[in-house]
């Protein structure tokens, strides 16, 4: 819960009410708050309210989650900012250069793993030796977890392995 003592409360919503202003499902909603993305606070009547500047905050998360970052890497970088800050546009543009950067990365890495699949298409090999796709003896698997095809660098996969 953030600080109430900083909180705009002429603008205070339900739960409800962000539901509808956002268009983000009131589950959803509670699902972030206990991830840390956004922040509530109680009203003299005990009653869970939000300041207006949290449709800003969940604009930014929809926008992130659309671009493909993680919702960990979302409050990673919302949680640089004390608790219902609004942020400036300064701030905004430090936060969208750096997903912009992630979001670059993952053009580059989607345009190879095209490119490899134009090879595939209509071949179904899967060859041990020719195919990009393979993953012979899993060694991705051996390097960790995630999608390692995806990740892997431009020499597939093949450096730092004896194999
Ligand atoms: S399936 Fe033949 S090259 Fe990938």
Request: glycine share 10%; aromatic share 6%.
């Amino acid at each position: 819960m953030a600080d109430s003592q900083d909180i705009d409360f002429s603008r205070a919503m339900t739960v409800g009410e962000v539901a509808k202003r956002s268009g983000v499902p009131v589950s959803t909603l509670h699902f972030y708050e206990r991830k840390g993305l956004i922040q509530s606070y109680r009203s003299s009547g005990n009653q869970r309210r939000y300041p207006a500047l949290v449709l800003r905050y969940i604009a930014i998360i929809k926008a992130a989650q659309r671009t493909g970052i993680a919702l960990e890497d979302i409050g990673a970088m919302l949680s640089q900012f004390p608790p219902g800050t609004k942020l400036s546009a300064a701030q905004w543009r430090t936060i969208s250069s750096r997903w912009r950067a992630q979001l670059d990365q993952r053009i580059v890495q989607l345009t190879r793993l095209r490119d490899e699949l134009d090879q595939c298409i209509g071949c179904g090999c899967l060859s041990m030796k020719d195919c990009p796709l393979r993953n012979p003896g899993d060694v991705l698997g051996q390097q960790g977890s995630g999608a390692r095809i995806l990740e892997r660098p431009a020499d597939g996969g093949q450096s730092g392995t004896n194999t």
